[in-house]
């Protein structure tokens, strides 16, 4: 990170320690009356029961942090259907098919987006104390995760919280290495009269991935001779470069600002106590103004230090020193690097107007939108020969960039109580620019049941869109590849039927989708002109006999024949816990087994070059069930679980069948040839880690 964001980072935190002390040294429990007879004084807000709570960009409605424990075990990233590369904190791909929800112009890496915090969903909480959340987790291979989040309330209407995470693996497999940081800072004011209101975040991002191209020979893997998964050959290892780190490495950068302003015009109501010496202020909003704006830049660094020709053959042709010195690896050689970035700057102007009563209020928003995008790639493919036997290459920068005017439309009502109906109807249209056409169109109409029984909702969405510039253009010292592609069209349908009493939750969703943009086996980015579909049906259904409970996730995807997707039809997961109070409710546990499965089916391949996720249909898996035991328990404020993750390899171990309860292959990566001058072929996968041990705990502390 920059100095800047150091430095106010260090402002905030003195901030915050500054207030922690004050609160902290007021002894007095006995509330003191306030002669002064200031309205807006707030010396007694915080003498209040303990409430914390928190909202999101957009939505009146309010929320209360998790203190759950009964998938506690599970705090990390990778929750249902979403799978890694065998190591926490590497790329990750959704079994359960999902589009990028973006709009317009896009970078288009998305791999890294599970670890990922996003400006748009940041929690802007209200509390009336410090409140404090310090997480960690300890894996086998020194697989860590340290958390801390810091909100206090300056006022009763002011709100700052800060937010760090840190994940380091290097991983059961070689040079496989993690290293992701995250952090977030963010403010919500509202002012006493309602009148005004403010949001503004700062979001940092990077994710550091070390690639290993996959495991060469995946018997390696059911062999007694590499119990130690350091030892199985994997595709980019080079001995000769390093033991503990790539040198094929994939970087994701993001920085993030958000500043949403608001003002609203209504019927305003003043209340007082006893003494006068609070008040407060109820308003009904009847018509108002916002202004949002966001600025952004993400950069993607893609470096391979000993490149090997064949690794490129399908990107470029090129004889690297590396090979023509008869070595795998020469110092100082030739290199393969390449950097995106994209830059841009977003403000939209909205008006916005309110009808009906207070908390049931519809709202119609519109307004038009301006940015600026920019992207860049570098080094350029500029050949200079010199009269020396090696070549020379100019480097510098491609660069292109647009301005953009968008029209945006919203009519939305929200359900804020039991038996409400719901409703949001939103677009979003590109008018001008290279990005004119693009299109938004998302309906939604729900509704709570009363006593809180349940909800529906059903809900229609189309979107239009360019392909993203990682699609249209490839660039380094060796190579130009400019791909134009239509519009991808993408509309879904969906329903779901939320019943908690009957602990069962059931949805289903229809894809449509025309023009798709995908990768295919060759490393090259492709379009399916066919119009296909895709069908998903998933069921939740918990049982509950006295303290035992059965928790069952259910999903079935249809898709077509032909269609360029890698998704299982069938995945199941099944958790069966037994939970409890002990010890006059002073100690809550849930401790069970957890096993999850899919059915056969040709699993995505990953390309390490191109950071990206990729279709192909040669390679099936037939993968055996993951199993899990765990503990989870909670202590007032105090969560922890302990958990032996990947069971199923530790039976095959003791059985001596390690084909039939060992590693899961989750996907493939992309074709060896000539793996290390050694002669061999071979398509390599990525499988789950070994059996481990992993233990966590959440702590939240309250002044």
């Known amino acids: 990170m920059g100095n800047s964001i150091k430095y106010l980072l ?15 040294n007021n002894t007095s429990t006995t509330p003191k009356k306030d002669t002064t007879m200031n309205k807006t004084n707030t010396s007694k807000w915080k003498n209040e029961n303990v409430t914390i709570s928190y909202e999101v960009l957009n939505s009146s409605k309010v929320f209360i942090p998790d203190t759950g424990i009964h998938t506690f075990h599970r705090i990390g990233f990778i929750q249902n259907w979403e799978r890694d590369l065998g190591n926490l904190g590497s790329p990750t791909n959704n079994l359960f098919f999902t589009t990028p929800n973006s709009l317009g112009p896009s970078l288009g890496y998305h791999v890294f987006d599970a670890y990922k915090l996003n400006v748009d969903s940041l929690f802007f909480y209200n509390t009336n104390r410090p409140y404090s959340i310090f997480s960690y987790q ?15 309330n300056v006022k009763p209407n002011w709100n700052i919280t800060f937010d760090y995470r840190k994940i380091n693996s290097p991983g059961f497999y070689k040079i496989q290495r993690n290293n992701h940081d995250n952090v977030s800072l963010s403010t919500n004011y509202k002012s006493l009269n309602k009148h005004y209101i403010l949001y503004g975040a700062m979001v940092y991002n990077k994710e550091q991935h070390d690639e290993n191209g996959g495991i060469v020979l995946d018997t390696q893997l059911y062999s007694a001779i590499y119990t130690d998964r350091k030892t199985i050959d ?10 503990t780190r790539s040198s094929v490495t994939n970087v994701l950068r993001d920085f993030t600002m958000l500043f949403q302003q608001s003002y609203v015009w209504g019927i305003t109501d003043t209340s007082y106590n006893a003494d006068s010496s609070q008040s407060t202020y109820k308003l009904v909003p009847k018509f108002g103004i916002t202004h949002k704006m966001e600025l952004s830049t993400e950069k993607h660094t893609f470096k391979d230090l000993t490149p090997d020709s064949l690794r490129y053959s399908s ?16 110092a100082g050689g030739d290199s393969v690097y390449t950097v995106q970035k994209w830059f841009w700057i977003d403000n939209k102007l909205l008006l916005n107007g309110y009808l009906g009563k207070e908390n049931r209020q519809t709202q119609f928003s519109i307004g038009l939108g301006n940015r600026f995008d920019e992207f860049t790639s570098l080094p350029i493919s500029i050949l200079v020969k010199d009269s020396l036997p090696k070549h020379l290459y100019v480097t510098g920068i491609d660069a292109i960039s647009t301005i953009s005017n968008y029209f945006e439309c919203t009519l939305k009502k929200e359900a804020l ?27 939604v109409l729900g509704k709570s049941f009363k006593n809180n029984t349940g909800s529906f909702l059903i809900g229609i969405q189309q979107q239009i869109n360019n392909a993203p510039y990682n699609y249209t253009h490839y660039e380094n010292a060796y190579i130009q590849n400019i791909n134009t592609f239509n519009s991808e069209n993408i509309t879904s349908a969906y329903v779901m039927l939320n019943l908690p009493k009957w602990r069962l939750n059931i949805g289903a969703k229809n894809y449509i989708i025309d023009n798709y943009l995908y990768i295919d086996e060759n490393e090259l980015p492709k379009q399916y002109n066919i119009a296909f579909n895709l069908l998903q049906v998933w069921a939740n259904k918990t049982f509950k ?13 249809q898709k077509a024949d032909n269609a360029p997707l890698n998704v299982p039809q069938f995945m199941g997961k099944h958790q069966l816990s037994y939970e409890r109070a002990m010890f006059k409710n002073a100690l809550k546990i849930a401790t069970g087994i957890e096993i999850r499965y899919n059915t056969a089916y040709s699993p995505s391949g990953y390309d390490a070059l191109l950071n990206q ?10 993968n055996n069930p993951e199993a899990a035991l765990f503990l989870n328990f909670r202590r007032k404020r105090f969560r922890a679980f302990i958990m032996a993750d990947q069971l199923q390899q530790a039976i095959g171990s003791l059985i001596g069948n390690s084909s039939t309860f ?21 398509i390599p996968v990525y499988a789950t880690p070994d059996f481990n041990i992993k233990f966590g705990f959440n702590w939240i502390m309250i002044n």
Do not use: R
């Not at 994997?234 to 033991?243: E, H, I, K, T």
């Open 545 to 557: 006999l006295g303290n035992f409970y059965l928790d069952n996730q259910f999903v079935y995807q």
């Open 417 to 443: 109580h039991a038996g409400n109906w719901e409703y949001n109807l939103h677009t979003q249209l590109f008018l001008t620019g290279n990005y004119a056409g693009n299109l938004l169109l998302n309906g």
């Open 138 to 152: 300890l894996g086998s291979k020194l697989e860590q995760i340290a958390h801390i989040m810091h909100s206090q």
């Open 10 to 24: 260090g402002l905030f935190l003195l901030v915050c320690s500054w207030h922690t002390y004050a609160q902290a």
């Open 662 to 682: 060992g590693n899961t292959l989750l996907f493939v990566g992309t074709p060896v040839i000539n793996f290390n001058n050694s002669g061999i072929n071979n």
């Open 315 to 330: 990107l470029f042709s090129q004889q690297f020193t590396n090979n023509s010195n008869g070595g795998y690896y020469s």
């Open 613 to 622: 996720f990729y279709y192909q249909k040669t390679s099936t898996t037939y």
């Open 234 to 243: 994997v595709a980019f290892q080079n001995d000769q470069y390093s033991l």
